[in-house]
C-alpha cells in the first residue's frame, strides 16, 4: 500500500483562500444581500425620516424591533420550509396552518373557555397529525408536494372559515380578557424588552431557538445528513438505507408545527384570531429559503441562510415604509429578490461544486 | 499493483501486469481454468421475478464466492438490473432462493442487505453530487457520539476517515468538506467501491460501473475491482462491456432475454463467444457485413468525386484555404 501512496496523483483542487471558501457557502448571497438591504434603506430611510417626521427611522431601535419582528415570524417557518426543501419537498399549506391552528386556538379559550394548558397542546397536536398526514400523502401517492400540499392548503383554509362560521357565525374570534396574563401564552408572546418605543418580543428568542435547533439538526446529526441525501436522491439514499418516508413524514411535521407555533405567537399579540389569518405565508417561508441560498430541486441549502433570507424580508417591508415609498412596490422588490437570489445561488452552486 | 504496467500493443488502457497476464491467457485456450473452491459467500439458486405479465427472470442462478468475480453480462434487457436489485434487497424474488454462505435467507430491504454485508454501487446512483466527500462517504451509517438527545453526527471522525480511506483508493482530498460534485466519474465510483469496503462488505455487487467512463476512468475502476477481490470480496460485477469483463472475471454468467443463456470459468470462453450468447453476436456480424457493403459504396462514390474533379479548374480559394488551417493549427509546445 504504501508503494501506492507514494506515488499519490496530486489533489485536483486548487488551494482556497478562507474568502473564497466563505465565498462558496450557500448563505453568502444572503449575507452579502442582508448587507446591501440593510444599508440601502438605512440611506434611505435615514434621508426620508426626517420629512416624515417619524421619531427615528429604520436605522432607530424603533426600526430594528420592528423589522426583526416581521424577521422573526417568517423566520421561524422558513426555518422548517428549508429543511423540507432541502429533503427535496415544498409544504404550500404552513399559510392555511397558520389561519387552522391559530383558530382553533382561539375557538378553544374563547368560545369554549378551556384553559390554555390544554388549548395549547390540542394546537400542536392538531398541527402535527396534518403535517404527518401531508407527509403520508406525498409518500403514499408518489404525487408531487406541490400538488398535495396544495389540496390540503385548500382544505384547510376552507374548513377553518366554514367551521368558524358554523360555530360562531363570525370570521374573527377573540381571545377572553383572561387570555393576557396567562403564563403559558405569555411563553409565547411575552414582551422582552422595551426601550423607549422599541418593543422586542420573546418571539426573537422562539426565532433564534428554531434556527438554531434547525441547522444543529441538519449539519450536526444523522437526521440532518439523511435529509441532505433524501433530496439529493431519494432513491440513491433508499438504496444506502436511510428511512426515505420517515425522513419526510417527520420534516412534514416540523413545517406544521412551526406554523402552530407561529400562530400561537401571534394570535395572544393581537388578542384574536382570522380565517385569513397567515394568507400568502407559504410563498413568503419559500422565498426566505430560496434566498438563503436554498436549492428549489432539493439536496442542498443552508437555515442560517433562511435566516439572513428572513431578515432581507422584513428589512424591506419596513425599509420600504421608512423610505417613504409606497409600500404597493414592497411585492415588486420581493420579486426582484427573489430573481436575483437564484441567480445568485445557481452561481454559487457552481463554483462549490467545481461544475464549468 | 506495485509493479509497473507492462506495455501492451493495442491495449485499450495499461493494465496491471498480473491482468494482462490473465488478457493473454484468453489467447491461449489451454490456459487451465482457476475456479475458486468453497462455499458460495451468496447465491441465487433458480430465481424468478414477474412484473405483471413481464417474465423479468426466469430460473436465473448465480454464485460469487471470496475472492471472486462473477461477470454479469446481458445485453439492455437481459435481466441483469432485476437480478441484482434481488441481490441487494429491493426486490424479493417470485421464485426461487437466496443463499448467504449455504443458508437460506431473505433480504428485508437494501439496509438489511447491507448489514449483512452485501453492498450495490449502482452506476448513476453511486453517490450525491451535492453532499461532501465526508458526508457521502458515511450516509446511512454516520458515525455518532454524545448520547439521548445530544448524539450528533461526528463530523471531525466522518472526515478523517474519509480523507484516510480516499488515500488508501489514490485520491488526495484536501477538503472533506469538498462537494463530490468536483470529482470525476471514476473517482465517484471508486469512493463508492471504497465505502463499500469499508463498511466490511463481503459481497461488492456493482452495476454498470465502468460503461459511463473514459477508457482511463474506466482502469481505475477496474483497479479496484481486482483490489476488493484481492482482499478476499466477492465481486459481482455487471456490465455489458466484454472488453472490461474478460481481465478481471474469474466468472462469467450470460443472461439473455431474462434467462440464463451460459456460465463459465475463465479461460472456457473468448470474447467472441461472450458477445454471442449475450445475444450480440449476430447482430453485430451482420453490422460489419453492411458497413463493408457501405464502404465499398463510399469507395465507388468518391472514386466518381474524383474523376469529376480533374474537369474542374483549381479554386482561386485556394490559397486562403490554406492560411486558415494554419491559423486553426496551435502553436507549437
Known amino acids: ?356 | 499493483m506495485s509493479n509497473p504496467p507492462v506495455p501492451h500493443d493495442n491495449a485499450p488502457f495499461t493494465l496491471p501486469s498480473e491482468t494482462a497476464e490473465r488478457i493473454a491467457a484468453y489467447g491461449d485456450r489451454a490456459a487451465p481454468a482457476m475456479p475458486v473452491a468453497g462455499t458460495p459467500v451468496l447465491e441465487a439458486r433458480d430465481v424468478s421475478k414477474y412484473f405483471g405479465r413481464v417474465i423479468a427472470l426466469e430460473d436465473v442462478s448465480l454464485t460469487v464466492r471470496p475472492g471472486e468475480v462473477n461477470c454479469l453480462l446481458g445485453d439492455n434487457g437481459a435481466g441483469k438490473s432485476t437480478l441484482i436489485k434481488i441481490l441487494s434487497g429491493v426486490y424479493t424474488p417470485d421464485k426461487g432462493t437466496l443463499l448467504m454462505d449455504g443458508q437460506e435467507l431473505t433480504l428485508q430491504s437494501p439496509r438489511d442487505a447491507l448489514d449483512r454485508g452485501v453492498a450495490t454501487v449502482y452506476q448513476d446512483l453511486a453517490v450525491l453530487p451535492l453532499m461532501s466527500i465526508s458526508r457521502n462517504f458515511f450516509v446511512g451509517s454516520e458515525p455518532t457520539k454524545g448520547w439521548g438527545p445530544f448524539r450528533r453526527f461526528d463530523v471531525g471522525e466522518a472526515g478523517r476517515i474519509a480523507t484516510e480511506q480516499m488515500l488508501e483508493i489514490g485520491i488526495r482530498v484536501r477538503d472533506p468538506s469538498q462537494l463530490v460534485g468536483t470529482l470525476s466519474g471514476g473517482e465517484r465510483q471508486t469512493l463508492a467501491i471504497a465505502r463499500a469496503e469499508y463498511f466490511g462488505a463481503r459481497v461488492l455487487i456493482l452495476d454498470e460501473p465502468t460503461s459511463a467512463l473514459g477508457v482511463k476512468e474506466a482502469a481505475i475502476v477496474l483497479r479496484h475491482v481486482i483490489r476488493a477481490r484481492a482482499k478476499g470480496l466477492g465481486v459481482i460485477f455487471i456490465t455489458h462491456n466484454v472488453q472490461h469483463a474478460l481481465p478481471v472475471g474469474d466468472r462469467f454468467t450470460i443472461l439473455a432475454h431474462g434467462r440464463l443463456a451460459g456460465e463459465f470459468v475463465r479461460g472456457q470462453v473468448n470474447q467472441d463467444e461472450l458477445l454471442r450468447l449475450m445475444g450480440g453476436g449476430e447482430e453485430l456480424t451482420e453490422l460489419a457485413h453492411e458497413l463493408d457493403q457501405l464502404m465499398s459504396a463510399d469507395a465507388r462514390t468518391v472514386e466518381e468525386a474524383a474523376t469529376h474533379a480533374e474537369a474542374v479548374p483549381t479554386s482561386p480559394d485556394e490559397p486562403l484555404a490554406a492560411v486558415e488551417a494554419e491559423e486553426v493549427l496551435p502553436p507549437e509546445g
Open chain 1, 1 to 356: 500500500m504504501s508503494a501506492e501512496t507514494g506515488a499519490l496523483p496530486p489533489s485536483r483542487l486548487r488551494a482556497e483562500s478562507p474568502l473564497r471558501r466563505i465565498a462558496s457557502r450557500p448563505e453568502f448571497g444572503a449575507l452579502i444581500g442582508a448587507i446591501a438591504v440593510f444599508l440601502v434603506f438605512g440611506i434611505l430611510g435615514f434621508s426620508s425620516s426626517a420629512n416624515l417626521g417619524f421619531q427615528g427611522g429604520f436605522l432607530s431601535l424603533g426600526g430594528a424591533a420592528g423589522y426583526l419582528e416581521l424577521a422573526a415570524q417568517v423566520g421561524i417557518l422558513g426555518a422548517t420550509v428549508t429543511l423540507l426543501m432541502i429533503a427535496g419537498e415544498f409544504d404550500l399549506s404552513v399559510g392555511a396552518m397558520i389561519g387552522a391552528s391559530g383558530m382553533i386556538l382561539a375557538l378553544l379559550l374563547g368560545t369554549y373557555g378551556l384553559p390554555a394548558i390544554v388549548a395549547v397542546p390540542a394546537t400542536f397536536a392538531f398541527a402535527l397529525a396534518i403535517g404527518a398526514l401531508n407527509g403520508w400523502l406525498v409518500i403514499r401517492t408518489g404525487l408531487p408536494s406541490f400538488i398535495v400540499t396544495l389540496g390540503t392548503q385548500l382544505i384547510l383554509r376552507g374548513g377553518t372559515i366554514a367551521v368558524t362560521r358554523a360555530l360562531t357565525a363570525q370570521t374573527i374570534v377573540t381571545l377572553p380578557a383572561s387570555a393576557k396574563d396567562d403564563p403559558l401564552l405569555k411563553l409565547f408572546s411575552a414582551n422582552l424588552l422595551t426601550i423607549g418605543t422599541a418593543r422586542f418580543n420573546i418571539e426573537l428568542l422562539w426565532w433564534l431557538g428554531v434556527v438554531f435547533v434547525a441547522s444543529w439538526v441538519l449539519l450536526r446529526t444523522r437526521f440532518g445528513n439523511w435529509i441532505f441525501a433524501v433530496g439529493g436522491s431519494a432513491q440513491a439514499a433508499r438504496y444506502v438505507g436511510v428511512p426515505v418516508p420517515r425522513v419526510k413524514i417527520m420534516l412534514f411535521m416540523a413545517t406544521a408545527a412551526s406554523a402552530a407555533l407561529f400562530a400561537c405567537i401571534t394570535v395572544p399579540q393581537v388578542g384574536s384570531a382570522n380565517v385569513l389569518n397567515g394568507t400568502g405565508f407559504e410563498f413568503q417561508a419559500i422565498i426566505t429559503a430560496v434566498v438563503g441560498g436554498t436549492l428549489l430541486t432539493g439536496g442542498y441549502g443552508s437555515v442560517i441562510g433562511s435566516a439572513l433570507g428572513a431578515l432581507i424580508l422584513g428589512m424591506t417591508n419596513l425599509g420600504i415604509f421608512y423610505a417613504g415609498i409606497n409600500t404597493d412596490w414592497y411585492q415588486v422588490v420581493l420579486g426582484l429578490l427573489l430573481l436575483m437570489a437564484v441567480l445568485v445561488n445557481s452561481y454559487v452552486l457552481r463554483r462549490a461544486s467545481g461544475a464549468r
